[in-house]
């Protein structure tokens, strides 16, 4: 249970809120901002969503999402600043550092309205009024569940916040097979199912409706984009902007590519590199004892979980990549130890 009595206390009257979350939003973060912009919504409160960019299209479906306004610096960063001063209470969705949410951070830090964070990153920065983070929760959507079931208002979730909450918990939890995956996390969906969300739409809707040009674009990254260092059970994939264009990529194209170089027997560690040209995005994936968080952190400016991370490079892509590679033999032991790295037959 969630000590929610001053949130409550907060919004006992109808207020004016804002909700925020991460930088290219995933399933998560705008499912759990949609949901709970739902839900305050039918609490009565006046609710506007913003994101600090765009988001996939596959997304685009989760009911609110026409009211989102995608923070633009210079369109309307006079608008969203006005929002921001004038909100009563601001949640702060899915991540855990106002560094991550470029100008919009500053803003928020700056706001004089109440901070709630509820997040499940590692190592939250201490920013926020009212903190329901938790590292150990699989999404955030699951703790957006908690927090309203905890409130008194589980009644309140109706099919379309029921929605958006399932999507941030089945992708966050890779489809229910991560470790995160507890029991906590079923008992949920079999709550969520009492609200009679359509599961196997969710799952259309975020996993097949891709464009046939970024299927295309799969084919080209697993067949001559991928390589793998079996010295260091690791793969990992570099992207060239060029590449992108030439695909026509779009937000969300590359989400999930990174899974497949972890496929791959043996290998414990993945990453996948994009040149998106004001920087290098990396994404990086482990499975078992390697924290990708920790090397994330160390090396690349970077955070997440302990199985999931990102960074970031400010250096060319091939230099990026060559320091990538010439970081691995100071993690080997640890690489090839993995219990989970299946020796070759
Ligand atoms: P993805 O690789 O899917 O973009 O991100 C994986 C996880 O790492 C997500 O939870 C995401 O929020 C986090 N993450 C991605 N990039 C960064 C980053 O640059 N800094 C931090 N602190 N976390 C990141
Ligand atoms: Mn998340």
Not at 161 to 181: K, N, Q, V, W
């Amino acid at each position: 249970m969630h000590d929610t009595s001053a949130l409550q206390e907060l919004l006992a009257q109808p207020r004016q809120i804002f909700i925020t979350t991460h930088h290219k939003p995933d399933a998560d973060a705008l499912g759990s901002s949609l949901g709970m912009a739902g839900y305050l919504r039918k609490k009565g409160h006046h609710v506007t969503v913003v994101t600090p960019s765009d988001y996939p299209d596959f997304l685009a479906w989760m009911p609110g999402n026409e009211e989102v306004i995608v923070y633009e610096p210079d369109q309307n960063d006079a608008q969203v600043r006005d929002l921001i001063s004038r909100a009563e209470v601001l949640f702060c969705l899915d991540f855990s550092c106002l560094g991550r949410i470029s100008e919009l951070g500053e803003y928020i830090r700056a706001a004089s309205g109440t901070k709630v964070l509820i997040d499940h990153h590692q190592e939250p920065e201490q920013f926020a009024d009212l903190d329901f983070s938790n590292a150990k929760a699989a999404a955030t959507a699951e703790l957006v569940f908690e927090v309203i079931r905890d409130m008194g208002d589980q009644a309140l979730i109706d099919k379309g916040i029921g929605e958006c909450l399932y999507a941030g918990i089945m992708t966050d939890t890779g489809s229910f097979r991560h470790p995160s995956t507890s029991r906590n996390v079923h008992l949920i969906i079999a709550e969520l199912l009492n609200a009679d969300i359509d599961l196997s739409a969710v799952h259309r809707r975020i996993y097949d409706s891709h464009s046939e040009m970024r299927l295309r674009f799969l084919g080209f990254v697993l067949k001559d984009k991928l390589t793998v260092l079996r010295e260091y059970n690791t793969a990992y994939i570099a992207i060239t902007q060029d590449e992108l264009r030439q695909y026509q990529s779009k937000t969300g194209d590359t989400e999930g590519l990174v899974n497949f170089a972890l496929s791959i027997e043996g290998v414990v560690f993945a990453a996948i590199l994009i040149d998106r040209g004001n920087a290098v995005k990396i994404s990086f994936r482990s499975v078992g004892d390697f924290s990708v968080s920790d090397f994330s952190r160390r090396h690349f400016q970077g955070g997440g979980h302990h199985n999931a991370a990102g960074g970031i490079s400010y250096e060319p892509l091939d230099t990026t990549v060559q320091r990538f590679l010439d970081l691995l033999p100071h993690y080997q032991t640890q690489l090839v130890t993995s219990p989970l790295a299946v020796a070759q037959p």
